[in-house]
C-alpha cells in the first residue's frame, strides 16, 4: 500500500533532478564548482533525511589509530558524540565517522573502479573486529558512490548492464575480503544498488552441492550480492525511487551500529521504500572469510535466520 513518506521521497528525487539540470548549464565553464554544488546536493539530503544528531561535513580524509589518512571523500556522517572541536579540521577520527561517500554529477565506469579502490582503504583504516559474523563481515565505516545520472543515456545504451559490468569486475580484481565491499551506490535517475550478504552456505546447516564445490573450489562458501533496485526490477511499484532505496539501505546499515534508530529503520522496511530488486551473487571462501572461532561456531549451528539486528544472523543487508 502507498503511504505519504513515497510521495515525501518523491520530492527530493524531483528536488535532485531539477538541480542536475541546473548544475549541468555551467558544468563545462567550471568543473569543480559543479561538482562542489552537486556534493552539496547529497550533504543536504542527508542532513534532511537522517536524524538529526548525526553530523554531515563535506571534502574530507578519514584517519586511522595509526596515523595513516585515506584518499579524500565528498561526504562524511559523523557519529553524534564526535568532538565540536574537530568539526572543521578535514581530518575525521575513523573512530567517529559512521559512513563515507564518492559523489559524481555524471558517473563513469572510471568513477565506479576508482570508488572500489577506495572503499578498501577506507574500510581498512579501522582495526579488525572479531567474535560474530557481522563483525567479521562488515566495517563500522560505510562506504557509498552517489551520482545525479550517468553518461550512458544513448539510444540503445544500457546503463543497467553497464554497471552491473563494473560491479562485478572491479569486485573481482579489487574487493579482497566482503569487508571491503562498497556498500550502497546510488545513481538518483537509475537505480540503487544495495550489498547483501549470506554468513554460511554448506554441508553443515544448508544445501552446497558438489556442483558448487567443483565450479568454485571449496564446500563451504559466504555469499554476497549487489542487489539491484531499479524501475525495470521485476514487480517495481510505480512509486519506486533509487534514493528511498538508498534511504532504506542508510538506516538499515546504520541501525547494526546504533540501536536508537532500529525502530525507524523496520518502519522504513514495513513501507517497502527499497523496491524489489536482484542481484547478482560472488561467492568467498568461508575459511578465509571469518576466524576460527566464528568458523566453529557458525558450523556448529549458532546462525539464526531470521535475525533482524542479530550479529550471528544468516542474511546482512
Not at 580524509?61 to 585515506?70: F, K, M, V, Y
Request: with cysteine.
Amino acid at each position: 500500500m502507498k503511504n505519504e513518506l513515497h510521495d515525501f521521497i518523491q520530492v527530493t528525487t524531483n528536488e535532485m533532478g531539477e538541480e542536475y539540470k541546473r548544475i549541468q548549464k555551467r558544468a563545462k565553464e567550471d568543473p569543480g564548482t559543479a561538482g562542489d554544488q552537486g556534493e552539496e546536493n547529497w550533504a543536504t539530503l542527508f542532513r534532511e533525511w537522517l536524524p538529526n544528531s548525526f553530523q554531515v561535513v563535506t571534502k574530507g580524509r578519514i584517519l586511522s589509530s595509526e596515523g595513516d589518512a585515506s584518499p579524500q571523500v565528498d561526504v562524511i556522517v559523523l557519529s553524534p558524540d564526535y568532538p565540536q572541536k574537530l568539526l572543521d579540521k578535514k581530518l575525521y577520527l575513523a573512530g567517529g565517522v559512521i559512513a563515507a561517500f564518492e559523489c559524481k554529477n555524471t558517473l563513469k565506469k572510471k568513477d565506479l573502479e576508482e570508488a572500489f579502490s577506495t572503499a578498501k582503504k577506507v574500510k581498512n583504516l579501522t582495526e579488525s573486529r572479531n567474535g560474530t559474523p557481522y563483525k567479521e563481515l562488515n566495517s563500522p565505516i560505510i562506504y557509498g558512490v552517489l551520482a545525479h545520472s550517468h553518461v550512458w543515456n544513448k539510444d540503445k545504451s544500457t546503463p543497467l548492464e553497464n554497471v552491473e559490468e563494473a560491479i562485478d569486475e572491479s569486485t573481482k580484481r579489487i574487493t579482497s575480503h566482503p569487508k571491503e565491499m562498497i556498500d550502497v551506490i546510488c545513481i538518483s535517475d537509475l537505480g540503487c544498488w544495495n550489498t547483501t550478504k549470506i554468513t554460511y552456505m554448506g554441508p553443515s546447516i544448508n544445501n552446497w552441492s558438489e556442483e558448487l564445490e567443483r565450479i568454485y573450489g571449496y564446500r563451504e562458501a559466504t555469499i554476497t550480492s549487489y542487489i539491484q533496485h531499479s524501475k525495470d526490477s521485476e514487480h517495481q511499484k510505480e512509486y519506486f525511487s533509487p534514493i528511498g532505496t538508498l534511504i532504506w539501505s542508510l538506516f538499515s546499515k546504520f541501525g547494526y551500529e546504533d540501536k536508537g534508530i532500529r525502530r525507524l529503520a523496520n518502519y522504513l522496511s514495513s513501507v517497502d521504500i527499497e523496491g524489489s530488486g536482484v542481484g547478482t551473487q560472488h561467492h568467498w571462501d568461508f575459511t578465509k572469510v571469518f576466524s576460527e572461532e566464528v568458523q566453529q561456531q557458525i558450523r556448529s549451528g549458532k546462525i539464526r535466520n531470521p535475525g533482524n539486528w542479530d550479529e550471528w544472523s544468516l542474511n546482512f543487508s
